[in-house]
C-alpha cells in the first residue's frame, strides 16, 4: 500500500492532478451537510489521489458529487426509515463522520499505531 501511495503521489507531483471524464476520472465524494449549513466531504473514490494533491498543497480539486446528506432530512434516511436505525443512532453516525471521530472499535488500533510511531 506504501508503494502504491508513493506511486500517486509522485504522477500527481510529476503530471500535476490530472482527470478525465470517466467513472474512474475524478475523486467522488458525498457531501454531509450540518444544521448549520457547514459542509464535510466523505470520499467514496480516489483516497490516493485526494491524499496525494493534499500531501503537495492542493487547497482543491475536482471531484464528482455522489450524494448530498443533510442532517436535517435524518427521518427520511433508508436505514432510518426501514427501521435498521433509530434516528438518534443514525445521527450519532453521521456527526462522528462529521467530525472525523473514528469509531470505538479502532481505539486500541489507534493507540498501537501512536505507540509504535513515537518510538520511530
Known sequence: EALRIEYVLKQVYNKGYMRWNSSEGDVRATALVNESGEWRWLITAGNHRASAA?????????IRVNLVISR???KYWPHVVNGLY???D??????????GIP????EDWIAK???SI???
Not at 469509531?103 to 479502532?106: C, G, I, R
Request: hydrophobic share 30%; proline share 6%.
Open 54 to 62: 493534499s500531501a503537495l498543497g492542493y487547497e482543491e480539486i475536482p
Open 72 to 74: 436535517t432530512h435524518v
Open 86 to 88: 433509530s434516528e438518534e
Open 90 to 99: 443514525a445521527l450519532k453516525v453521521f456527526d462522528n463522520y462529521f467530525d
Open 103 to 106: 469509531p470505538n472499535v479502532t
Open 113 to 115: 499505531c501512536t505507540k
Open 118 to 120: 513515537l518510538k520511530h
